[in-house]
């Protein structure tokens, strides 16, 4: 196997159809050095815990490999910005589960969409995702715990009635939680970019960069979701595209990839591929644009 360079922080979402250790291994099959994975279903409430066996494998697999960092998404399914009781009580159950789970697997960051607003005030459902951050946190947190897994809260496109597609209210999010020590952010490039942050122009590029550092702060960026964007700028549509194939270009991502303030910020990849092959490609096409 191919040595990976484990100072570049670049990996890709990665399937966990054949076990945890094996979505492990392929992930540095094809180049990288961090992944992102499901833990379950992503269209499903309930899942098992893993068995004992499944965990060290696991653990075995991170220890012989040259993976630095294993990320978790949260389901599509959980929506913390509801009113509606029965989803926002299996939103928080579904994200204690993944929590104690990271907290097993000792992983630090669980990325999740903060939600879908059910009614028209936007400032009412990103104060219902502060509340259900804390009901988590508290709950988890009766139990001593030697490892506190992260929330990270992801940018959004801002398509349909979704929140979280300004850096502003991520903040607020965060700002609104008792427990904002726990809460980090994930910012998505095709994401950011249909939600009217242009990347394109150098400038344009620095004026982003510097208010991410200013509202968020890159010590709070826990990771980069690293995707072109398939949809024009500013459309709320949320569609990735390959590396440098979509509207945002190659430019942006030699700069990303080559800028200082973020180096150690791993990023990863969910652009649309058919065969890990595929998938490699834009892994090793990020890779090349290190200087
Ligand atoms: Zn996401
Ligand atoms: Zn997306």
Not at 156 to 172: D, P, R, V
Not at 232 to 252: A, L, T
Request: net charge negative; with cysteine; aromatic share 8%.
């Amino acid at each position: 196997m191919k040595k990976i360079d484990t100072s570049v922080l670049v990996g890709a979402h990665m399937s966990i159809a054949k076990g945890f250790d094996q979505s492990i291994y392929q992930g540095e099959s094809i180049g990288c050095s961090v992944i992102q994975i499901f833990t379950h279903s992503n269209r499903r409430w309930l899942f098992k815990p893993l068995t004992k066996k499944a965990i060290e494998a696991y653990r075995i697999a991170l220890k012989n490999s040259n993976i630095a960092q294993v990320i978790v998404h949260a389901s599509y399914l959980v929506n913390c910005a509801v009113e509606n009781e029965e989803i926002r009580a299996k939103t928080i159950n579904n994200l204690l589960m993944e929590l104690e789970l990271c907290a097993e697997l000792g992983i630090d960051s669980i990325v999740v969409h903060p939600g879908t607003c059910d009614d028209s005030d936007e400032d009412v459902c990103l104060h219902r995702v502060s509340f259900a951050i804390d009901q988590i946190y508290e709950q988890f947190l009766q139990q001593e715990r030697a490892h506190i897994p992260h929330i990270v809260l992801e940018s959004m496109a801002g398509q349909g009635k979704s929140i979280g597609y300004t850096f502003e209210q991520l903040n607020y999010i965060r700002s609104g939680c008792n427990y904002k020590q726990y809460v980090r952010y994930c910012i998505d490039t095709a994401h950011t970019f249909a939600a009217g942050y242009d990347w394109r122009r150098a400038e344009g590029y620095q004026e982003i960069m510097n208010t991410i550092d200013i509202i968020l702060g890159f010590e709070l960026v826990a990771l980069f979701h690293v995707n072109d964007s398939k949809k024009p700028f500013n459309s709320h549509v949320d569609r990735h595209q390959n590396i440098g194939k979509g509207e945002i270009g190659m430019e942006p991502f030699r700069r990303l990839m080559n800028d200082a303030r973020c180096a150690l910020i791993p990023k990863i990849l969910e652009t649309p591929h058919e065969t890990l092959e595929q998938l490699a490609e834009d892994v090793a096409l990020l890779r090349s644009l290190v200087k």
